[in-house]
């Protein structure tokens, strides 16, 4: 019981923080683009072709979750990304860039983010999933 219990608030919370970095980036293309530019890694045509898709795709990886759809392959996907983020944080970390990282916000900020915590965050992130993924709340799933 206690373990279905701490499934479901994995499933649920997951599917809270993938719903809420998805929707913050709806609409703030230009916002999303600056801080992917940012980071120094990609070209500004790659930087505005990610700022178009990945509000949107955290938004469906959220309601993937949140519905119960093919829960271990979205929970893969999910970490997958959650690994891309930190690698991109580390990367920027690593030189020295003051950054906001635009998770929840996309407007930049002149005091950036505290990188290392949001890494850690991440790294958080993926232990629930994984959690999620070992033990799935299978209830209320329209296909799990």
Sequence with gaps: MVLDILSAAARFFMAYIWISAGWS???AHMDVTQTIQAYEIFTP???D???????PMELAGG??????ITLRPAGW?????????IIGLGSAWSRGLVIDCGCFNPEPTETG????ATMARDVFYIAITL???YR??????IYP
């Design 136 to 141: 799935p709340f299978k209830k209320w799933a």
């Design 77 to 85: 996907v999910s970490i997958g990304v959650l690994i891309l983020f």
């Design 131 to 133: 959690f999620m993924i």
């Design 49 to 55: 072709l990610l700022a178009r898709v990945i509000g």
């Design 113 to 116: 983010t505290n990188i290392l």
């Design 45 to 47: 045509a790659w930087s």
């Design 25 to 27: 980036k709806i609409g």
């Design 63 to 68: 309601l993937l979750l949140l519905l119960g």
